[in-house]
């Protein structure tokens, strides 16, 4: 794969370090994404353990697992966490996640918990490597009641996790989002129905207004930048999605 940097300063770079095949995930391509600072990594959403050689590979053309500080989960689900116990094998990386998962986590086959730094529901800034401090954003109930961003306001990019997610036609290796029309048919589906509510999005959108942010990475599908990240929060904040689309029925 190219190297592709969606942040590159004198010393700090975000990189999309992996897009997986859809084979790796059962169909669904995912982005592992890397933070550098200085010489420290941070990995955003490892993948499953499927994908776990080919991000490592891509990983060494930049630095040493042992130089990786901390891992960043944005929620609880197999693809993110499943190659999980490889990756704490060949670091000593610290493993954010929200606080409410931490219980959850062992049941991935990992029996020592003393790396994982449990998220508050609030969110919080935190110093991720020496001379950086990123911002972990509550997401929650977008898709998942315990799910949180990462924004990184060196590059001013949002790791979003699986909002702004997309599924998109086998073969097609777009790798950014320009225009916000142009992608809705392949994000529309998704997000009705994995988002719980529209309240739940615009308390999301709230949380972002006095970001300064460049662009927005999923954890599936093109990266959004431009005028497509505005786009992209207008849209989730008048959507109707989840419980909202959800009639009462009575039973006979």
Known sequence: MQDISLYKGQSH?????????????????????????????ILLDPGGFGVMPRVLSELLKYLKPEQIGAIVLSHQDPDIVGGLSTWMELTQASVYVSSIWTRFIPHYGISDMGRFIGIADEGELTTLAPGFEARFVPAHFLHSPGHINLYDPIAKILFSGDIGAALMPEGDDTIYVDDLSTHLSHIEGFHKRYMASNRALRCWVQQLESLGIDMIAPQHGPIYRGKAVSQLMSWLAQLQCGSDLMELRKTS
């Not at 975000?14 to 982005?31: D, K, Q, R, V």
């Open 13 to 41: 770079r975000f990189i999309l370090l992996n897009e997986s095949e859809p084979g790796e995930e059962n169909g669904i391509p995912s982005n592992q994404y890397l933070i550098i600072h200085e010489n420290t990594g």
